[in-house]
Each structure stands twice: as structure tokens, then as C-alpha cells.
Nanobody, 117 residues
């Protein structure tokens, strides 16, 4: 079992920055990939960014050049630095973790990010 707790969401003006954190606990040794998804009202959940154990990253086209995902393995924490935020980035952001043992990812409870225009 893996537990994920997000923090760092909030209200920010367009053009501003936020940093989200996701701390993993439990069977963290089994995690091979972590990342972030988001869901805006009335829209489907979409992948935002991911990072694997080798440090390889991937991003949605909509956030490339503005968001950066990073990982502190010693703290079992993944971060999402969000710069140049836009109103369309407003969503609930969820942390996820894939493990070697299960095909279905673990999810955090979500943190709200609201960008005012």
C-alpha cells in the first residue's frame, strides 16, 4: 500500500507561480513512477506531468515550458513547480504513483489550484 498526501494548492493571479508537493508513505520502495494529473469542472482528468525512477520526465503539451516536475527520493516526495499560470490551469490537482506490483496507480486526495484572470 502507498499513501499520497498533496499540499501547496491555493489561489494565485494569472502569471503567478505555485509549487505543489506530494509526499508518499507506506511501501514507497515499490514505486517506479510518480506524477500529477488534474481535473477541471466539467472536464475529464488529464495527465500533467510524470517522472520515473531514472528521472525521466514527460509533460502535457499545455504545460511544457511552464511546469517542472522533480523528485526527492530521500523524502519520497514529488514536486510540481508551476510558473506563468493561466486561468485554464484552474483544476483539482491529483498526485499519482505507479508501483512494480500493481497496474492501477495510487491517488492522493487532490489539492485545489485556482488561477484568477
Amino acid at each position: 500500500q502507498v499513501q499520497l498526501v498533496e499540499s501547496g494548492g491555493g489561489l494565485v493571479q494569472a502569471g503567478g507561480s505555485l509549487r505543489l508537493s506530494c509526499a508518499a508513505s507506506g511501501s514507497t520502495f515499490s514505486i517506479n513512477r510518480m506524477g500529477w494529473s488534474r481535473q477541471a469542472p466539467g472536464k475529464e482528468r488529464e495527465l500533467v506531468a510524470g517522472i520515473d525512477n531514472s528521472g525521466s520526465t514527460n509533460y502535457a503539451d499545455s504545460v511544457k515550458g511552464r511546469f517542472t516536475i522533480s523528485r526527492d527520493n530521500a523524502k519520497n516526495t514529488v514536486y510540481l513547480q508551476m510558473n506563468m499560470l493561466k486561468a485554464e490551469d484552474t483544476a483539482v490537482y491529483y498526485c499519482y504513483a505507479y508501483t512494480y506490483t500493481f497496474k492501477v496507480p495510487y491517488w492522493g486526495q487532490g489539492t485545489q489550484v485556482t488561477v484568477s484572470s
